[in-house]
């Protein structure tokens, strides 16, 4: 189980920032692989190119700046690995048998009660 | 080994015989009645081998075969606490029996921490009975062989340089990018770091499945385990943490001692490639290739 703490009292707010900061991080990347994509297309002219990735630029420099000023830049680092393992592991899983997976726990083998 | 339902309350118990593992007690002296193993167990407790008896062992069975002896202490409680030290100390103490009877008798079968069957001698009896072709089947195939770990870590990914001048088609990206407009070259830019994204990716996937079919070629047995060890309850494998790296694979090999060292050498190889880092480690008691018992008992 992974759990995200946000944390408590004075660190909640760092916290919160941190777990946003790298949600719009994931869909900015989203946008810019789309963005990589559609440049190839034809349907984009060489300015309208221009624009759109002038705009990326921004915002990403802008969401650099807020993890800088925040100093939530490892706080977003971590989480990320951690949310890439999460979904790997989550991916590979499908082809592991679940049964191997399973943690030890108490065994106790035969009968109801006491007694043989 | 097997898992008892979801429960919070322990099961109640009045008396028990604690498994540490299953041995080969072929060709011992078995005429003692109870043998016993030159360690103790859990909270000092003494331990004893119970074979399997003797008229169930010579029924239609090659002499051959292995003779199945379980390694037991008597309980008449369950090992349960919320202390972690007192389990850790629990845990070490399991892993220094399943040691000593590996010492005493070769691979031995382990069996989870805290496995307890329920009643008297009279139901370990019953129960090696009940599983025995399981049992000299499981330490058949263990024999002479041990369990060993293998994690392969990327301590240092290929720079984008190395990337690049192994990939036309990437320092072309590059080279545009030089001179186009700002923005198109920012986009060009994320392009080129995509793809550097996709080799690396498929660096470790190559690592990975050269490696798992070396195993292939030279182990009994290859297990691919999680990349990100989790609590191991059995607490016996190095889990130290990561500090500094990326996980790339991580398998469990039963193998023997030929084939460790072959793989020893294979690994080598694995090693000496750049940024990459191989622990193996072992030889450990088979844990991972074990079987799974049924949780019917003796009724």
Known sequence: MTRIDVGDGENTRQGLLTLVITVVELLLEAMQREAVRRMESPDLSPEEVDRLGRQLAAIEAEIEQLKTDEGIEEGVDDLRMELDGLVEDAIARLDVDAESLEHPGQAVIGGDDDGS | ?299
């Open chain 2, 1 to 299: 080994m097997m898992m008892a339902p979801e429960q919070h309350q322990p099961p109640s118990l009045e008396h028990g015989r604690y498994v540490y593992c299953v041995v080969d007690a072929s060709g011992r002296d078995l005429a003692a009645s109870t043998p016993t193993l030159d360690v103790t167990g859990l909270e000092d407790e003494p331990v004893r081998l119970m074979p399997i008896e003797s008229d169930a062992r010579n029924e239609s069975r090659e002499s051959s075969e292995p003779t199945p002896a379980a390694v037991v202490h008597d309980c008449t409680d369950v090992y349960d606490t919320d202390d972690m030290r007192q389990i850790k100390r629990w845990v070490v103490n399991h892993q220094r029996v399943i040691d000593a009877a590996g010492d005493q008798f070769g691979t031995p079968l382990p069996f989870q921490f805290h496995t307890i069957l329920r009643g008297t001698d009279d139901a370990v009896r019953h129960w090696l009975r009940e599983q025995q072709q399981l049992l000299i089947d499981a330490l058949e195939s263990i024999a002479g062989r041990w369990e060993y770990r293998i994690d392969v870590i990327e301590r240092e990914p290929p720079s984008r340089e190395t990337l690049l001048a192994r990939d036309p088609e990437l320092a072309a990206l590059q080279s545009q990018a030089a001179e186009a407009s700002e923005g198109r070259a920012f986009l060009l830019e994320k392009q080129v770091e995509q793809g550097c994204k996709r080799l690396r990716k498929s660096r470790h996937t190559a690592v990975r499945d050269e490696l798992q079919s070396t195993l292939a070629d030279h182990a009994d047995a290859v297990h691919e385990l999680e990349r990100r060890p989790g609590v191991d309850l059995g607490g016996v494998f190095e889990t130290d943490e990561m500090s500094d790296g990326d996980s790339i694979c991580r398998f469990s090999v039963l193998a023997d001692d030929d084939a460790a060292s072959t793989i020893g050498t294979a690994l080598d190889e694995v090693a000496a490639k750049p940024g990459l880092e191989v622990r193996f480690t072992g030889p450990w008691p088979p844990f991972s290739f074990a079987p799974t018992f049924d949780e019917e008992g003796p009724a």
